[in-house]
C-alpha cells in the first residue's frame, strides 16, 4: 500500500509546552514558574513552554491573581495571569490582562494579545491587528512573534503574501535558537520557496531544531532520509526521527513509522507494530493511516477463521467436482459472453475517445469553464483542468490563461506558481492581455519566476497598448516607483489616465494625487477633486478620505465640513485609519457634525488600535480628561505609550509627566527623563523645559547645573517663557555658567514680555525697591556729588571707580556685606573685601598724607572718612532683595578698573612683572588702590611706589608685609 510521505511547515502558533512544576515561596516567582514563559525576556531557562494539566492551570491562575495584588500594573504579571487564563480556554477574562500587558509595551503580551486576535479568542477575529501586534513584538527581538509574523506574511493572513519577508522574519527567529522558526527556514530551504533551494541548508535547520525536541523538525528529517533528500537514503535514520516524533503525537510520523513497520524499511517487519502507530494516526483522523489500517486488519485471519473456511471449503469442493462438467460449460459460455462484452467496452471507449478528440479547443474551453462554475454539471476543478487542458494543446490562448489560474490558486492541482508562470507565458505570447498582465505581476513579485522588474515591465506594456486597464494602472505604478523603466511622473500619469478613463478605482485615485500635488502634471485642485470622487464613489478609503480634506479646506470644491464629514465616514467604515482618526477631530471639535466626544473617542479608538500614532496619543488625552469615556489614568498612559513609541512628541512628553507625578503608572523619575528626553530632542520646548528642570534637582538623574542651563537654553530659543525666567535666574547666581547679572536680567526680561508670571512679579519687586532705595537715600541725604553714581548703580548701569566715589562705594559694599550676606560666591566675597578695605585705608591717613600743609592733609583724611560714613548710611537703606544686584555692580566696576583700554590687564601690571612677580605686583596693585584708585592705569615706577607710602603709610607699611616689597 502507497502511504503519501509529505513535508511539514510549522504555521501553528505553539506557545505552550513542557510542563516540570516548582513551586517557590515568592508570588511573582510563584506565578512565574507556573505560568512564566521561557521566551520572556530576562526569564532565559525560565518558565513553561506549556502549562498541559487541569490542576496546573488552576494553580498557575491562583499563584499569579495573588502576585498581581501587589503588581498590578506590572507588564509581566498581567501577562503571565492572561497567559493562563487563556490556557485555560477562559478567554474573555484573560483579554483585559494581555491588554494591559501589551499596551505598557510587553513584548510577550503584545504577541498572546495578537494571536487572541488572530483566533478570535475573546475578542473580533482580525488578521490586519494581528499582525500589527506581532510586528510591535518582532520589532522588539521577541522570537515567537518574529516566527508569527513570518507566517502571516508566508499565507498573506492580514498582510501582503510576500515570501521573502516571512523568511527574513524566520531567520531573525531562527538565530535566536527558536525551534519553530528554524523548522519553517528549513521548509523554505528545502522547497526552493523565497529563496535557492538549498537540501543540506535545509538539513542544517531541522537538526538545529530537532535536537531542542521540535516534533515537525523531527518528523522532516525523518522524510529527508526516508526519501534520500540532501542525505544518503537512510531507512534505520528516517524510522528513528519518524518514532521520536511519532511519541509525542505526530500523526504524519506515527502513520510513516507504522508504514516502515508494515514493510520492514529500517526496523524489523512487523505487523503488530505496524498496526499499533497506524492505530494512533487513525485516532487524530489520519486519513491515510486509517486506510493502511482497515486494509492491514483485513488481510489478517485468525485460526478459528481459516479451519470454518478449510470446513466449508471441503463441502463445497466435494459438491463442485460433483458438477464439474456443469460449471465447464456454464464458464465456457461466461467468457464468451464476456468477450463479446469486452469488445462492446472497446468499441464504446474508442467511440467516446473519438468523440472528445473531435471536440474542438473552443467547446473544450467552455466544457472547462462549465465545470468550474458548476453550471449544468456538478463542480470539479479536476474536470475543468482535464478540459482547459485539451483546449490549451489546441493552441486555445484562454485555456492556456485559465491553466495558469488553476495552479497559481491551487484547484483541481497542488498550487505551484512556476507552472502556473509557464502557461501564463504560453497565454501571453499568443497575445491574451489579461495573461500579459498576469506575468508582469508575476514577474513584480517573483513568484514562480525569479523577480525582474524590467521583465514586468515589459509584459505590462504589451497589455497596456491592447488597452488592458489593470496593465496600464500596473505600468503607472513602475513608472511611479522607478521600478523596471527611469522614475517619469509624467509618464505614470499618463497611463494611470488611460486606465481611469476605463474605470479602473485605483488608477483613479493615483491620477487625483498627482493632481492634488502637482507631480507629472501641473498642480489642479478642481482635477485632483474630479478624480478623487470618482474613486471614492467605487469605495476606494484613501480617495475618501483625501476628498474629505477638499471639502474641509475648500480646495477644488466648496467648503463644506458636512460633506466632507460624510466623505471621512465612508472611508473610516472601511477601515481606513487616517480618516477614522480624522473623523473622530470632527465630532470631538463639532466640524460638519454636532460635537460628540464619546463618538470622537470610538473613532480614535478604532484607529488607534490600527496602530495610527495621532489616534493613540488623541485617545490618551481622552481618557487622561475623561471626554467621551470615563477618567482613566492607566488606560491614558498606555494609549500614550503606544504613541511615544512610535515617536510622537506629545505623547512622549504626557507620558514623561505620568512617570513624574505617578499617574496612572508608578512615579519613576528615569522613567519620566527617559520620555522628556525621546521629545525633547526632537524639538518639543515643554519637554526641553522639564528635562531641564530634571537636571536642575537632580531627579532622576545627577544634579547638573550645565546641563540643565543647555535644556533651558533649548526652550528659551523657542521663546518658552518660563525657560526664559530660569536661564535668567541662572545666569544671576552664576548656576552652571559664569555669573552675568545683565545677561540674566535681560533674560528675565524677555520672559515677562513672554508672559512669564514670576517673571513679572520680579521686575515689578525689582522695581518698587530700587524706588524704595532711592527714596531711602534721598532721605538719609545722600550727597548730591554721588547722586548720578547712585543711580547708574540703581540702574544697573556701569559706572567708573576714581578717587572721589571709591570710600563712598566702599562704604555702600561693606554694608550690605554685613547686613544682607552678599555676595554668595567665597571668591566674590573675598574680591569685594579687598575693595572695602582699600576705601578704608582711605579713610585711615587720607589720599594726601604727604601734604606739607597738615589742614589740607587732615582735611582730606576727614573728607574721606565722610565719604565712607556715606556710603554706610546709604548701604544700610537698601533693601536686602537688591543687595546681590548692586555688590555685582561694584565688583564689575572694581574689575573694569583693573582692565587695560582692550580688555587685558591694565599696564600698571605689565610693567611691574619686569621688576617683581606677578603675584606681588596683584598684591601692591590691590593695596595700593587705598592711594590711587587708578593705579591699574598707571606704569609702574619706584616713584610710583614712593607716593603710596608718602599719601598712606598705613598702606606702605601692609605692601611691605603682605606683598614683600621693600626694596622698590
Not at 486606465?499 to 502637482?518: C, H, R, T
Request: proline share 2%.
Amino acid at each position: 500500500m502507497c502511504i503519501s510521505k509529505n513535508f511539514i511547515i510549522s504555521i501553528a502558533f505553539l506557545f505552550f509546552s513542557a510542563p516540570t512544576l516548582v513551586l517557590g515561596n515568592n508570588y511573582s516567582q510563584k506565578c512565574n514558574e507556573l505560568a512564566g514563559s521561557p521566551w520572556e525576556p530576562g526569564n532565559e531557562g525560565h518558565g513553561l513552554e506549556e502549562i498541559r494539566k487541569t490542576e496546573n492551570i488552576e494553580a498557575a491562575i491562583a499563584a499569579c491573581r495573588d502576585a498581581i495584588k501587589l503588581q498590578q500594573n506590572s507588564p509581566t504579571i498581567n501577562f503571565r495571569l492572561g497567559r493562563a487564563l487563556y490556557q485555560a480556554k477562559r478567554f474573555t477574562e484573560a483579554i483585559p490582562f494581555m491588554e494591559l500587558s501589551a499596551k505598557s509595551g510587553y513584548a510577550p503580551g503584545q504577541f498572546l494579545l495578537g494571536l487572541a486576535i488572530l483566533e478570535g479568542q475573546g475578542v473580533t477575529k482580525d488578521a490586519a491587528k494581528a499582525v500589527n501586534w506581532f510586528r510591535r513584538a518582532a520589532k522588539q527581538g521577541y522570537a515567537p512573534a518574529q516566527t508569527g509574523l513570518g507566517v502571516m506574511y508566508q499565507n498573506g493572513s492580514g498582510v501582503e503574501q510576500d515570501v521573502s519577508e516571512a523568511l527574513n522574519w524566520y531567520r531573525k527567529a531562527a538565530e535566536q535558537g527558536y525551534a519553530w522558526a528554524q523548522t519553517n527556514v528549513g521548509w523554505m530551504y528545502q522547497t526552493g520557496v523565497g529563496v535557492g533551494q538549498d537540501l543540506s541548508e535545509a538539513m542544517d535547520w531541522y537538526c538545529k531544531a530537532a535536537e531542542q525536541d521540535y516534533v515537525n523538525a523531527q518528523y522532516n528529517l525523518g522524510v529527508m532520509y526516508d526519501n534520500g533528500q540532501g542525505v544518503s537514503q537512510d531507512y534505520a535514520e528516517a524510522a528513528g526521527w519518524y518514532r521520536k516524533a511519532a511519541e509525542q503525537g505526530n500523526a504524519d510520523a506515527q502513520s510513516n513509522l507504522g508504514m516502515m513497520y508494515e514493510r520492514g524499511l529500517g526496523v524489523p517487519k512487523n505487523i503488530a507494530e505496524a498496526e499499533r502507530w497506524y492505530r494512533k494516526a487513525d485516532e487524530q483522523g489520519h486519513l491515510p493511516a486509517g486506510k493502511a489500517l482497515k486494509a492491514l486488519t483485513e488481510s489478517k485471519m485468525s485460526l478459528e477463521e481459516y479451519l470454518e473456511i478449510m470446513e466449508v471449503t471441503g463441502e463445497v469442493m466435494e459438491e463442485l467436482e460433483q458438477k464439474g462438467e456443469a460449471l465447464e460449460k456454464e464458464l465456457d459460455s461466461l467468457e464468451k459472453e464476456g468477450l463479446a462484452i469486452k469488445a462492446r467496452i472497446e468499441t464504446s471507449e474508442a467511440s467516446i475517445e473519438a468523440y472528445e478528440a473531435s471536440i474542438g479547443a473552443y467547446d473544450a474551453l467552455i466544457r472547462g469553464d462549465a465545470y468550474y462554475l458548476g453550471e449544468g454539471v456538478q463542480q470539479n476543478y479536476t474536470e475543468a483542468m482535464r478540459w482547459y487542458r485539451k483546449a490549451a494543446e489546441q493552441g486555445n490562448a484562454d485555456a492556456k490563461y485559465r491553466l495558469g489560474v488553476m495552479y497559481h490558486d491551487g484547484k483541481g492541482v497542488s498550487q505551484d506558481n512556476a507552472e502556473a508562470a509557464g502557461w501564463f507565458r504560453k497565454a501571453a505570447e499568443q497575445g491574451n492581455a489579461i495573461t500579459q498582465n498576469n506575468l508582469g505581476l508575476m514577474y513584480r513579485s517573483g513568484l514562480g519566476v525569479s523577480q525582474d522588474h524590467a521583465e514586468a515591465v515589459g509584459w505590462f506594456r504589451k497589455a497596456a497598448e491592447q488597452g488592458n486597464a489593470s496593465a496600464q494602472y500596473n505600468l503607472g505604478l513602475m513608472y511611479d516607483n522607478g521600478r523596471g523603466v527611469s522614475e517619469d511622473d509624467a509618464e505614470a500619469a499618463g497611463w494611470f489616465r488611460k486606465a481611469a478613463e476605463q474605470g479602473n478605482a485605483s488608477a483613479q485615485y493615483n491620477l487625483g494625487f498627482m493632481y492634488d500635488n502637482g507631480l507629472g502634471v501641473s498642480q489642479d485642485d478642481a482635477e485632483a477633486a474630479g478624480w478623487y470622487r470618482k474613486a471614492a464613489e467605487q469605495g476606494v478609503a484613501s480617495a475618501q478620505h483625501n476628498l474629505r480634506l477638499m471639502y474641509h479646506n475648500g480646495r477644488g470644491v466648496s467648503q463644506d465640513d458636512a460633506e466632507a464629514a460624510g466623505w471621512f465616514r465612508k472611508a473610516a467604515e472601511q477601515g481606513n485609519s487616517g480618516a477614522q482618526y480624522n473623523l473622530g477631530l470632527m465630532y470631538s471639535n463639532g466640524q460638519g457634525v454636532s460635537q460628540d466626544y464619546t463618538e470622537a473617542a470610538g473613532w480614535f479608538r478604532k484607529a488607534a488600535e490600527q496602530g495610527y500614532v495621532k489616534a493613540q496619543y488623541n485617545l490618551g488625552v481622552m481618557y487622561d480628561n475623561g471626554q467621551g469615556v470615563s477618567h482613566d489614568d492607566i488606560k491614558a498612559a498606555g494609549w500614550y505609550r503606544e504613541a511615544a513609541e512610535q515617536g510622537n512628541a506629545n505623547a512622549q512628553y504626557r507620558l514623561g509627566e505620568m512617570y513624574y507625578d505617578g499617574e496612572g503608572v508608578s512615579q519613576v523619575y528615569a522613567e519620566a527623563v527617559h520620555w522628556f528626553r525621546k521629545a525633547a530632542e526632537q524639538g518639543d520646548a515643554d519637554s526641553q523645559y522639564s528635562l531641564g528642570i530634571m537636571y536642575y534637582r537632580g531627579e532622576g538623574v545627577s544634579q547638573n547645573y550645565a546641563e540643565a542651563m543647555r535644556w533651558f537654553h533649548k526652550a528659551a530659543d523657542q521663546g518658552h517663557a518660563v525657560s526664559l525666567y530660569n536661564l535668567g535666574m541662572m545666569y544671576r547666581q552664576g548656576k552652571g555658567t559664569t555669573q552675568d547679572r545683565e545677561k540674566g536680567m535681560g533674560l528675565i526680561r524677555k520672559a515677562a514680555e513672554a508672559g512669564d508670571e514670576e517673571a513679572k512679579k520680579l521686575l515689578a519687586r525689582l522695581k518698587k525697591d530700587r524706588k524704595s532705595s532711592q527714596s531711602k537715600q534721598a532721605d538719609i541725604g545722600v550727597p548730591d556729588e554721588y547722586k548720578p553714581v547712585m543711580s547708574d548703580l540703581n540702574a544697573g548701569r556701569p559706572f567708573q571707580l576714581n578717587s572721589t566715589n571709591l570710600p563712598f562705594m566702599a562704604g555702600i559694599a561693606s554694608a550690605l556685606m554685613k547686613r544682607c550676606n552678599v555676595p554668595e560666591s567665597v571668591a566674590d566675597r573675598l574680591e569685594l573685601g579687598a575693595f572695602v578695605k582699600s576705601g578704608i585705608d582711605m579713610a585711615t591717613t587720607g589720599t594726601d598724607y604727604s601734604n606739607p600743609n597738615l589742614s589740607e592733609a587732615w582735611n582730606s583724611q576727614i573728607s574721606v572718612n565722610r565719604k565712607v560714613a556715606a556710603g554706610i548710611l546709604a548701604g544700610q537703606s537698601m533693601d536686602c532683595a537688591v543687595a546681590g544686584n548692586i555688590t555685582q555692580e561694584i565688583l564689575k566696576s572694581v574689575r573694569s578698573s583693573e582692565k587695560g583700554k582692550d580688555g587685558g590687564v591694565g599696564p600698571f601690571i605689565e610693567s611691574c612683572t619686569p621688576v617683581h612677580s606677578s603675584v606681588k605686583c596683584e598684591c601692591l596693585a590691590k593695596l595700593g588702590r587705598a592711594a590711587y584708585p587708578d593705579i591699574h592705569q598707571r606704569t609702574y615706577s619706584r616713584n610710583l611706589v614712593a607716593g603710596i607710602i608718602q599719601r598712606n603709610p598705613l598702606v606702605g607699611l601692609q605692601i611691605a608685609m603682605a606683598c614683600q616689597i621693600i626694596n622698590y
